[in-house]
């Protein structure tokens, strides 16, 4: 019987592209499912039904949610390019620091993306300490996994091209900048021109569009 693979998401979700490149880098066809984040379908509140988000894999019938925990299920299952170091000690501390982007990082910068007057300058000198934070564990590398793509870069997704994207949508770009982030902003040039990476990107100008017709105030992270 043939390997079944099937992801349940959205073309513009983050978090959904991290399992789509994930798959791809192992070569793994699947099926992709769109969802309606507005009306979700009753196969993604089956599969699902803790947390009913996107994204969420179906492998033989088997489903796994979250998008860091489907990463490594696909690291683990799928021979290939791996996305996890080897080393046990490797693994933990890329394992800490997709963590660290996921629940720190990320609502930080959806924080300050939206907020206004006063509440974002708070929110950009909490997302720029954060950042620095990150930066540091590039260590001179071209990835945070070395000279490969790793887990932490594919989770760090959202910084790399959705930031810039949101930041032009709520009107502002003081934030990731060269200036500031010469590190970051050199990985962030050489991923988002990874042929893996830039093949599955949704597209700038649809997203862009996307956000500007939402204007969503800094309510809480809605990077599902």
């Not at 798959?23 to 979700?40: A, H, Q, R, W």
């Not at 947390?51 to 990463?71: A, D, R």
């Not at 006063?118 to 071209?142: F, P, R, S």
Request: hydrophobic content about 40%; aromatic content about 10%; some cysteine.
């Amino acid at each position: 019987m043939a390997e079944q693979v099937k992801l349940f998401g959205a073309w513009g979700s983050p978090c959904v592209r991290r399992v789509e490149i994930a798959l791809k880098m192992k070569g793994v066809e699947y099926e992709f499912i769109e969802e309606d984040l507005t009306n979700k379908s009753p196969l993604l509140l089956k599969y699902n039904p803790v947390h009913k988000k996107i994204p969420v894999l179906l492998h033989n019938g088997k489903p796994i949610c979250e998008s860091v925990v489907i990463i490594e299920y696909i690291d683990e299952t799928w021979k290939g390019t791996p996305i996890l170091p080897a080393d046990p000690y490797d693994r933990a501390m890329a394992r800490f620091w997709a963590k660290f982007i996921d629940e720190k990082c990320l609502p930080a910068l959806w924080k300050a993306c939206w907020s206004k007057d006063e509440e974002q300058e708070k929110a950009m000198e909490e997302a720029c300490e954060l950042l620095k934070t990150l930066e540091a564990q590039l260590k001179g590398n071209k990835f945070f996994g070395g000279d490969n793509i790793g887990l932490v870069d594919i989770v760090a997704n959202f910084i790399g091209f959705w930031v810039e994207v949101l930041l032009e949508a709520a009107g502002s770009t003081d934030l990731l900048t060269d200036e500031k982030f010469p590190i970051l902003c050199k990985w962030k040039h050489a991923y988002v021109n990874c042929r893996v990476i830039k093949e599955n990107l949704p597209p700038k100008e649809k997203l862009l569009a996307f956000f500007r017709a939402r204007q969503q105030p800094a309510s809480g992270p809605k990077y599902e």
